[in-house]
């Protein structure tokens, strides 16, 4: 309970699925869909897509259904395109992380576990922040 790794490889098993021809096009909200498609299999949590919290929008909260939960989540997606500089997108990924968790409404989440996934047609990193 509360790995995350199994959704870390379902993810990036998916991610890697596609083709070349897959990736022409593909953008951030391509990426969150097929995130949001996955996590839609955990039935213990609903699932929050781009909640508006005071005027900011973590990409995907999963919140559990009940206390034994072991841990909710806060995920924020960034989606690199070849040209991208993986140090400037995980930057501004965090300081977004960063910003959601000074939220009071955020704070409020009991056992949150905050994620940066970064996707590229290379896969999925996962950092914990």
């Not at 400037?88 to 300081?95: D, I, M, P, T």
Request: with cysteine.
């Amino acid at each position: 309970k509360g790995n995350i790794e199994p959704f870390n490889e379902q993810l990036n098993e998916v991610i890697k699925t596609l083709s070349n021809r897959d990736h022409y096009g593909f953008k951030e909200k391509h990426f969150h869909v097929i995130t949001l498609a996955l996590l839609s299999f955990a039935s213990f949590y609903f699932i929050d897509s781009q909640p508006e919290l005071d005027n900011k929008y973590p990409d995907i909260l999963l919140i559990g259904r009940d206390e034994k939960v072991p841990h909710n989540y806060l995920f924020e997606l960034k989606w690199m395109k070849e040209r991208d500089s993986y140090e400037a997108v995980k930057e501004e990924g965090l300081k977004q992380i960063e910003g959601y968790k000074q939220l009071d409404k955020v704070k409020a989440v009991p056992k949150l576990r905050c994620f940066l996934l970064i996707g590229s047609k290379d896969g999925v990193g996962f950092l914990e922040c």
